[in-house]
Antibody, heavy 121, light 110 residues
Framework: EVQLVESGGGLVQSGGSLKLSCAAS????????MHWVRQASGKGLEWVGR??????????AYAASVKGRFTISRDDSKNTAYLQMNSLKTEDTAVYYC????????????WGQGTLVTVSS | QSVLTQPPSASGTPGQRVTISCSGS????????GNWYQQLPGTAPKLLIY???QRPSGVPDRFSGSKSGTSASLAISGLQSEDEADYYC???????????FGGGTKLTVL
């Protein structure tokens, strides 16, 4: 069974930092791109960024809203992806999901349960 | 302001057919495949449609997807009360080099 479990969320002051983790199991983590998606309360989904596999040079990409402040990394030996968030703003307050998907054969699309990050002023 | 445009709400009665639209551009839906998610309150999104019109295993065939040019659509036939949820379209955007989502459509079953 595939599982993605996020942790590390919590309350942080504006300007502060937080590091989220996403522990994966049940699939070949090292071969999969990992994404972070966030959702503010009552709002829609916003893609944060992704990191590709070693085969794809661990290439990262970020949304314009977080570029330069957030960094995605991974540790394939621990089957874990990370989201380092610096210079946090109140507008970064959201539930953060990690997710992985590939629409090849067979297709897969898995999400964690999310972790809440609250940035106070 | 989402890159992909969806109507904020839709509604229908049990048994009806409902369609939700998703308007994009040449850099996202126009050149990449569209996907649809269903999100129930307090839960993570669940994939309904991938590659424009493919259903993952376990998704009822009441759900179908299509794409035309720079727009995608999700159709739900034989509407049921448990279909009441938020629906999101998604696609990769080549110009932004990132995944983009629609603003979401809240479906109400009357």
């Amino acid at each position: 069974e595939v599982q993605l479990v996020e942790s590390g969320g919590g309350l942080v002051q504006s300007g502060g930092s937080l590091k989220l983790s996403c522990a994966a199991s049940g699939f070949i983590f090292s071969g999969s791109a990992m994404h972070w998606v966030r959702q503010a309360s009552g709002k829609g989904l916003e893609w944060v960024g992704r990191i590709r596999s070693k085969t794809n040079s661990y290439a990262t990409a970020y949304a314009a809203s977080v570029k330069g402040r957030f960094t995605i990394s991974r540790d394939d030996s621990k089957n874990t992806a990370y989201l380092q968030m610096n210079s946090l703003k109140t507008e970064d307050t959201a539930v953060y999901y990690c997710a992985t998907y590939d629409y090849g054969d067979p297709p897969f699309d898995y999400w964690g349960q999310g972790t809440l990050v609250t940035v106070s002023s | 302001q989402s890159v992909l445009t969806q109507p904020p709400s839709a509604s229908g009665t049990p048994g009806q057919r409902v369609t939700i639209s998703c308007s994009g551009s040449s850099s996202n839906i126009g050149s990449n495949t569209g996907n649809w998610y269903q999100q129930l309150p307090g839960t993570a999104p669940k994939l309904l449609i991938y590659s424009n019109n493919q259903r993952p295993s376990g998704v009822p065939d009441r759900f179908s997807g299509s794409k035309s040019g720079t727009s995608a659509s999700l159709a739900i036939s034989g509407l049921q009360s448990e279909d009441e949820a938020d629906y999101y379209c998604a696609a990769w955007d080549d110009s932004l080099n990132g995944r983009v989502f629609g603003g979401g459509t809240k479906l109400t079953v009357l």
